[in-house]
């Protein structure tokens, strides 16, 4: 080839790699697949290790440059038009005030109402991003807003980015974009991170941030960045959009990825509408949006209503309910759930997160902790999503101020005080007889997905084995109900409803008896599908005594052989017979699997749903129901579960006071599954 051809073939394998870019990053299309894409990078890599100067800022090989020297510091640069934010609104209310604001503002200028364009909120950084003759020549972060950092070899690395933009270019073009993490993006970073030895991050957000300030693109080109562009801040050399949707369709047809959802609306309602839409689909999309954004569409319009300091008339911003909030770690305790394994539980400075105040959050394990590295007394970033139970993400690093403490994970039980066993995710207390263990046991046994003992939760357990009253499975049927009646915030009344209940509670279906067992491994739906097999508790005894019990246990439907394993241990052990025993003797005879309707092994649990699931609520309903169980409107006492999905609402309030048990979807999918939540 002579060199003439050689550089035609050059420029337009630039351009086809443009293309290539353009269709994955804008139009969500793969061209190529990733070899072929590898294949022709090289090619060019070798065309400009031959030729270096033919080598075009706009060429791919150029989106990562060298890095900056150690120590150095990104140039201040002055932003020609200010980077302002937006107003906050949390209500519809709110943005009825801001639209009945924008109306007032437009009195008597005539023509067109007001038209607003809604777009997602990204929860990312935004960027400044400027093009000379369509090249990408600068790029600044916000900074305070009028001054920000030239980060123009990062933003080069970002996923998306045009170097050059395509086809006829302005004079001058200036964008405003937010730069985001993709949540799966963000997972492997922080597992990769974790995997080093280093910290993760708190949120995509702060990995986006972090990774932005890095002095060497090449990391930033891993990580997988994307940019959306979402206004225009100059143009010179062709005319102006004359409207908002103008100008992003502009910004698409030259090569930015810009929202995949944008709606016109005329009003409040529209944007309420838009919100509610974005709001669902939130838990799904792998970007974080905090909210939506409505925009005065007419440009003319914007230009009348003009900006205050820091905030533009024409826009704002409705939130969802937040998500994460920061909050101070007050201290760490250690619980000891039933089957022994113990659990890290922060205490917070109570913190209003979406409307719902949180006091404790789960630190998971202890792997978990050592990889935050969080210290008691930290600033953290606490967040509650869908999963309902909050937990702590990491330490606010910059508001570390020396002086907290680094936690010691225990080497005992801090009930009863037996040598932990275990490591990392997973560290328990060996100690069957431990109190603790008996004491979650004993709530496992007594709570509504299992004898369903109306009064006998955690707190009176508590008190209960404190002071002596419980301690074995077995003693819930021999209490002392004097002893019981004289207890402080307890009475002769109360005290009779409990025996009532317990009463009730000796004739259980024989499935829900031996899921009350807490055996591990047998769950709702295990349980029952063994009393099919096994019609009486003396019945699974001595199949569990005999030689060939693994053979006889396995082959039971949902039964493998660690459950069998699992079974045989449980019964072979003299004091679970004793305990067993015992209850017999307490008069606790469970109802045979005869004498039980021909429901499902839901039958008896009331369910009410609320929330965002990811699933729709009727099929969710629907499979509750095939399961035996009862789906309802309200929560009430008699409510089993109220499963809550993403931004839970009223119901969640009324489930916490009225002591319903809240799950999440994934606890329901066990559920139905048959296994314990
Ligand atoms: S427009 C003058 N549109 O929100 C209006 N901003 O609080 C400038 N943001 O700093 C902003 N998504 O980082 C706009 N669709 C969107 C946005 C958006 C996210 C961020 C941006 C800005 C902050 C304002």
Not at 303 to 320: E, I, M, N, Q
């Amino acid at each position: 080839m002579n060199q003439l051809d050689e550089k035609d073939t050059y420029i337009s394998l630039i351009r086809d790699m443009a293309d290539f870019d353009y269709a994955y990053y804008v139009l969500g299309q793969s061209k190529i697949p990733d070899a072929e894409y590898d294949r022709l990078f090289t090619k060019l890599k070798a065309v400009e290790e031959k030729h270096p100067d033919w080598i075009r800022p706009d060429s791919p090989t150029q989106r990562v440059g060298s890095p900056l020297p150690e120590g150095s510091k990104f140039d201040r640069v002055e932003h020609a038009v200010p980077m302002i934010s937006l107003e906050s609104l949390f209500s519809v209310e709110e943005v009825e005030a801001f639209h009945t604001r924008v109306l007032k503002a437009l009195d008597g200028e005539g023509g067109d109402p007001p038209r607003y364009v809604c777009e997602p909120k990204w929860d990312g950084v935004s960027a400044s991003l400027i093009y000379e003759k369509g090249l990408l020549v600068r790029a600044v972060s916000r900074g305070d807003g009028a001054v920000g950092e030239e980060i123009t070899a990062n933003i080069r690395a970002v996923g998306g980015v045009p170097l050059r933009l395509r086809g006829d270019a302005p004079l001058l073009l200036e964008i405003r974009g937010e730069i985001l993490m993709p949540i799966s993006a963000f997972d492997s970073l922080n597992a990769q991170l974790i995997g080093e030895g280093e910290k993760p991050f708190a949120n995509p957000r702060n990995a986006t941030a972090g990774t932005l300030k890095r002095l060497d693109p090449s990391p930033v080109a891993k990580r997988g960045l994307r940019i959306f562009a979402y206004e225009m801040a100059r143009l010179e050399g062709v005319p102006e959009p004359s409207t908002h949707q103008g100008a992003i369709s502009a910004l698409a047809d030259w090569g930015f990825p810009v929202s995949p959802w944008l709606e016109v609306v005329d009003g409040p309602v529209g944007v309420e509408s838009f919100h509610a839409n974005m709001e669902a689909r939130r838990g799904t999309e792998d970007f974080e949006m905090d909210g939506v954004v409505a925009k005065v569409d007419q440009k003319s319009l914007r230009d009348v209503l003009g900006s205050r300091a820091r905030t533009p008339r024409w826009a704002c911003a409705l939130k969802f309910a937040p998500r994460e909030e920061i909050t101070r770690l007050l201290d760490i305790e250690i619980q000891v759930g039933r089957t022994g394994r113990l659990t890290p539980r922060a205490h917070l400075e109570p913190v209003n997160i979406g409307g719902v105040v949180v006091k404790h959050a789960t630190l998971h394990n202890e792997r978990n902790m050592r990889d935050i590295d969080v210290r008691i007394g930290d600033v953290v970033v606490v967040r509650r999503a869908g999963d309902v139970i909050p937990q702590v993400l990491g330490p606010v690093l910059e508001r570390r101020e020396g002086n907290e403490k680094p936690f010691c994970w225990p080497q005992t039980c801090p009930t009863c005080s037996a040598a932990v066993a275990g490591k990392g995710e997973i560290v328990f207390c060996p100690n069957v007889d431990c109190p603790a263990q008996a004491r979650r046991r004993l709530q496992h046994f007594a709570s509504r997905g299992a004898l369903r003992i109306e009064g006998m939760g955690e707190k009176a357990i508590d008190l209960f084995s404190e002071k002596g009253l419980l301690s074995s499975l077995d003693t819930l049927f021999t209490l002392d109900w004097d002893a019981v009646a004289a207890l402080d915030g307890w009475g002769v009344k109360s005290a009779e409803s409990l025996k009532e209940q317990i009463e009730m509670a000796k004739t259980a279906e024989w499935p829900r008896f031996l899921f009350a067992l807490g055996i591990p491994g047998i769950g709702p739906e295990t349980a029952r599908a063994l009393c099919l097999s096994f019609s009486t508790l003396d019945g699974m005894r001595i199949a569990a005594d005999a030689g060939n019990a693994e053979d006889a246990f396995t082959a039971v439907e949902g039964v493998g052989p660690e459950v069998a394993a699992s079974l045989i241990s449980f019964f072979r052990e003299k004091r679970n017979l004793d305990v067993l025993k015992k209850m017999e003797a307490a008069g606790v005879k469970p109802r045979p699997i005869e004498a039980l309707a021909s429901g499902g092994y839901l039958e008896g649990f009331t369910f009410v749903l609320t929330g965002t699931l990811a699933k729709s609520r009727s099929a969710a309903k629907e499979e509750i129901e095939n399961a035996g169980g009862k789906v309802t409107g309200t929560v009430s006492k008699k409510t089993s579960f109220l499963v809550a999905g993403d931004n839970p609402g009223s119901k969640l309030k009324k489930a916490q006071t009225c002591g319903v048990e809240v799950i999440n979807e994934k606890s329901l999918s066990l559920l139905l599954r048959g296994e314990t939540p």
